[in-house]
């Protein structure tokens, strides 16, 4: 999905290990847009309008 809107993965990692706090995450991504509007493009689902990040929630 990134790629049809412009981006690319610049970092795709583990968790990293913190040196104080924490981390409460498996891991992250660092993802590159040509602009904002293709940003909004990508993180709006067309069949219910709603954002990416709820799908990705919902999965755990």
Partial sequence: MVNDYGGHYLVVGPAPKPI???????????IEFPDVDRIRQGTTLPSTGGPVRSERTRRG
């Fill in 20 to 30: 104080e706090g924490t981390w409460d995450s498996s891991g992250f991504v660092v």
